[in-house]
């Protein structure tokens, strides 16, 4: 996560994103010398708040080590709008989390709401996103996650049953990945 806000002003934003490189100029050397990726979460409160503060801050990395870690909950849910940005984005996606906005992250609800954060369960369509994935033949990481409330707990009470619910999950995006090709 990128301290500061991305709601600000061009030229604001432009020169936040610029401190926030530049401060983390030794862990990109880092980054390069070992092949390793840094991938900073779009998130909300942070300075990659916004798509447009996402897409400022793909413009101004100048090393391959360096981009985005796409969370599509930290983004107004509009499936067209996540996809659009997945695409500018490009190359500098490096990972991707299979997370939508949910009542249940933030306080404690009924389970099946908390679910609803997951890909398939909720409002999302997940399907322009992963078209995006497979045109961009993305190879990183994407990660099917939600925040149970309390932060920390697992998801669901047994292992088997997390298993299951990640396996769906799993199973309706390869789904959306089939359509796609």
């Known amino acids: 996560m990128a301290p500061g806000k991305g709601d600000v002003p061009g030229d604001e934003l432009a020169a936040a994103i610029k401190d926030f490189l530049e401060n983390l100029r030794p862990s990109i050397a880092a980054a390069e010398e070992v092949g390793g990726v840094?991938?900073?979460e779009n998130h909300s409160n942070s300075l990659l708040r916004t798509p447009d503060s996402v897409r400022s801050f793909a413009d101004a990395?100048?090393?391959?080590?360096v981009g985005v870690a796409l969370a599509p909950h930290h983004l107004p849910q509009d499936a067209h709008l996540i996809a659009t940005l997945a695409r500018d984005l490009g190359p500098r996606m490096k990972f991707v989390y299979a997370q939508q906005d949910g009542k249940g992250?933030?306080?404690?609800?009924p389970k099946e709401v908390e679910l609803l954060q997951m890909p398939g369960r909720g409002p999302l369509d997940f399907g322009p996103l992963m078209r995006e994935l497979a045109a961009q033949r993305f190879a990183g990481p994407v990660e099917i996650f939600m925040h149970p409330v309390p932060r920390g707990v697992p998801i669901l009470d047994t292992v088997p049953a997390i298993t299951a619910e990640v396996n769906r999950a799993q199973a309706?995006?390869?789904a959306l990945l089939g359509k796609a090709q």
């Open 38 to 40: 840094i991938a900073i």
């Open 61 to 65: 990395v100048t090393s391959d080590r």
């Open 105 to 109: 992250s933030k306080e404690k609800l």
């Open 172 to 174: 309706y995006l390869e």
